[in-house]
């Protein structure tokens, strides 16, 4: 069993948690900046950006759960900002992400369906990456099962949780991340008739669906009003995702070119 503690520097201990999703960002930010000259975006602007986004999502991937776990937290005041323990909802990470992209690209006159591309493809394979921090925290994890024989043993062993196996969930979805990517990336560079908006608009579904059938299977979930909160709004992701395909084909939006057109 992985001690979620990665190394101790003097008094401060620095978590695979935290590792996965720094690496996860740098990863981002490198795809992000190598993709903005091709929709003649500046790769400082996708810096200038992430600084100001990433603190700001954090805080509302922090905020998303602690309000839906206000029951705990009222009570538990202090540990409302030990964000190292795990606790980070993806949802409002990227809700705040959003509106902060939104704001930053009509400040610096970028088109916001041309940044929100460049970044749909990145924000997919950090989530793939950052999912390992929860498997290091042993959480994301689905209900018992009687074996994993079909997994490497030192997943299995992590996955050896109060008792039995669990349904390593983590792994689906950083898995189900990772083909969404390479789908991306193959779509921007090789597919015809990909409309501006329409690489988002993969996002919103591919991810939405995936997340909507693994959140189905976790037993952390967070409820409201008896349901699952994440389920629910992969269904809206999805209407989205489907409702900007239909309104860029019909507002006729530029076609990306592929790389064999270049």
């Not at 009570?75 to 323990?85: K, M, P, R, T, Y």
């Amino acid at each position: 069993m992985f001690d979620p503690v990665a190394f101790q520097i003097g008094p401060f201990a620095i978590r695979w948690y935290a590792l996965f999703i720094v690496a996860g960002l740098m990863l981002a930010i490198f795809l992000a900046m190598r993709e903005a000259p091709k929709k003649k975006i500046l790769a400082d602007d996708i810096l200038d950006f992430i600084l100001i986004a990433f603190p700001i999502a954090i805080i509302g991937a922090r905020l998303y759960y602690v309000l839906f776990r206000l029951d705990y937290y009222s009570q538990h005041l202090g540990e409302i900002f030990a964000i190292w323990n795990g606790g980070l909802a993806i949802y409002g990470g990227l809700i705040a992400g959003a509106i902060v992209l939104y704001i930053f690209a009509d400040r610096k006159l970028i088109n916001t369906w041309d940044f929100l591309d460049i970044a749909a493809p990145s924000v997919m394979i950090a989530q793939s990456l950052g999912r390992w921090g929860n498997f290091f925290n042993q959480e994301a994890y689905g209900a018992a099962v009687d074996s994993l024989d079909y997994l490497p043993a030192f997943i299995r062993d992590q996955m050896y949780i109060d008792g039995a196996y669990r349904q390593p969930t983590f792994l689906y979805e950083s898995i189900w991340n990772l083909v969404g990517f390479c789908l991306m990336f193959i779509f921007r560079r090789r597919l015809r008739g990909i409309r501006r908006g329409h690489i988002t608009a993969f996002y919103l579904i591919w991810y939405g669906f995936g997340r909507m059938i693994i959140e189905g299977m976790r037993t952390d979930s967070l409820m409201f009003i008896g349901l699952r909160v994440s389920q629910w709004l992969s269904v809206v992701l999805i209407g989205l995702g489907i409702f900007i395909i239909i309104y860029q084909n019909r507002k006729k939006a530029p076609f990306y070119h592929t790389e064999e057109e270049n």
